[in-house]
């Protein structure tokens, strides 16, 4: 009776101890299955971002055909004011904080002129390979301040959702920004500056 009692114990031991286990399998399996779907999500909307930011570098060939037809100066410090100061009331409405967010377009100006100085200087040897450009100030200007604002929004989502741009993003930013005649150093100059760029605390964004 005792034997078969303790054998009965027994077993009741080890399928408990079994049910443990394949209960720890599914709870581990459920958080692995979490935490890659969040790892996803995270990477898709930080390459996202990527993509912005490559695709408004993309029109500074258009902006330096135009200034070169039209002879003018690469630097415009009144229009980058311009730019800069509409970039940091939509950082605020978007729930940024505006000076965090500041030398990341600075950096973007700075990465735009140097691309059309070297476009220019390409074309002091040979031809432009498209010579038709895009109107500069109805269909160039408006797409940018466009696609900036949108880049401030994405960069708002994405830290609201808990994502950062810690350095293991660097690789998948220099892959994704690779817009002709951009360097090396222009995208270490953007991606350091994205690092930089805060939520507003306790404020609650408004988008209009």
Known sequence: MKYELAESMECNWFQALKTFEEVMKLVL??????????LTIADTMSNGIFQLINQRLTYMQDVALFKAKNHSAVEDLAQEKQVLEKALIDAQQAGLQPDSIADFFQA???AAKAIQYRYMADWLSTRPENSEYRDLDSEVRPKVLELGVEIVVRISEYLKAGGAFDNKLQQ????????????END??????????????????????
């Open 172 to 183: 998948d930013f220099v892959r994704t920004v690779n817009t002709r005649h951009l360097s």
């Open 108 to 110: 973007q100006m700075d």
């Open 187 to 208: 995208k270490k100059n953007i991606f350091e500056s994205l690092q930089l760029i805060r939520l507003i605390k306790n404020q609650t964004a408004v988008r209009e």
């Open 29 to 38: 399996t459920g958080l692995l299955s979490l935490t890659l779907s969040t």
